[in-house]
Nanobody, 116 residues
């Protein structure tokens, strides 16, 4: 079982990006039972949880991204997405997905770089 993240890139401040994650090797019923999270690791900082989504799409957001980021999920395809709008330089980092319990192995993540 491994998350595979994609969709990162370089964007100017104020721009938008959508990153995605597919959890491979897990059966759909298990994926559907899990709260999924998006995590961000900024340069020189610890990995932090920035958004979560339940099976029924109830969401929570960290204060730093609230109102700018939107998390969604596609249960049939075992995917989660993160739509990031009004990006800021401080959003720069590697973005990962995992269960909210962090019990999956970490994937390689996807790099998001926001230039000022």
């Amino acid at each position: 079982v491994l998350p595979v993240e994609s969709g990162g890139g370089l964007v100017q401040a104020g721009g938008s990006l959508r990153v995605s994650c597919r959890v491979s090797g897990v059966i759909t019923s298990v994926f559907n039972s899990k709260i999924m999270g998006w995590y961000r690791q900024a340069p020189g900082k610890q990995r932090e949880l920035i958004a979560t989504i339940t099976r029924l799409s109830s969401t929570t957001y960290g204060d730093s991204v609230k109102g700018r980021f939107t998390v969604s999920r596609d249960n049939a395809n075992k995917k989660v997405h993160l739509q990031m709008n009004n990006l800021k330089p401080e959003d720069t980092g590697i973005y990962y997905c995992n269960y909210d319990t962090r019990e999956l192995p970490w994937g390689q993540g996807t790099q998001v770089t926001v230039s000022s």
